[in-house]
């Protein structure tokens, strides 16, 4: 027995990983109480401009065909709006035309027959536990030897974040050492990014791992909810701020 096996997590990801992490409180709330939230404004721009980008890039849609669908399917997820609503919705159209024409040098990427994305992974393995670490890519362009994540922001970074950069090694040793590189969207400009040293990088991970399940050995969820420091002001709140107030009464 294990950690993950107490709390039946049978795999891991990055994203599951970076909020263990950054908001171990809200990692909690939906990896062990099944809280998985609303989604941010935010979110879904991202998740809209990359189908516009895919829809295109593969030639499923003519480009503008492609957004109106992206901005259709935006709509369809709120029928209320506070503002962030109506500012991300704006920026689909923008983000998603740089996006193509980046990468429209690298040609049609490939994906598996049933439309999805390529599916990796790894098993990472401690002295007594073992978790399958998986990952989704976005976009793989075999005669490039290259894969791309896109990533939609409203600012420019000027370097990969460590969420990003665990995320950016995870693909590439998972995918054999391929070079992989992130293409960072704001509604202005691009930039692709390929930040950190990926061995160093995944002994990192390794040790937060082994730092999950450490704590996940600590006890049942009722009693890790009631040690674990809580983050009423994180992004990762947003949205499901009743949620939290009724995990935690902050």
Known sequence: ??????????????????????????????????????????????????????????????????????????????????????????????????????????????????????????????????????GFLDFKFPNHGLIIDLKTTGRMPPVMSKGHQRQRAFYAKASGNAAVKFLYVTPKKVKLLEDGDTDEIMAEIKLHLTRQEAFLRLGDKELLRSIVPVNPDSFYWRGDEDVRKELYGL
């Open 1 to 134: 027995m294990s950690g993950y096996t107490d709390h039946d997590i049978d795999h891991g990801s990055m994203s599951n990983l970076n909020k263990w992490i950054e908001a171990p409180d809200s990692w909690i709330s939906g990896y062990l109480y099944g809280n998985r939230g609303s989604g941010s404004p935010a979110m879904w721009r991202g998740i809209f401009v990359e189908q516009a980008v895919a829809d295109t890039i593969t030639e499923n849609l003519k480009i503008d065909d492609a957004i109106e669908k992206a901005l259709e399917d935006f709509d369809a997820k709120y029928d209320f709006d506070d503002g962030s609503v109506a500012k991300e919705r704006k920026n689909i159209e923008p983000m998603a035309r740089l996006a193509v024409e980046a990468l429209e040098p690298y040609g049609k990427p490939d994906f598996p027959e049933d439309g999805s994305q390529h599916k990796v992974s790894m098993m990472a393995r401690g002295d007594d536990w073992e978790l399958n670490i998986i």
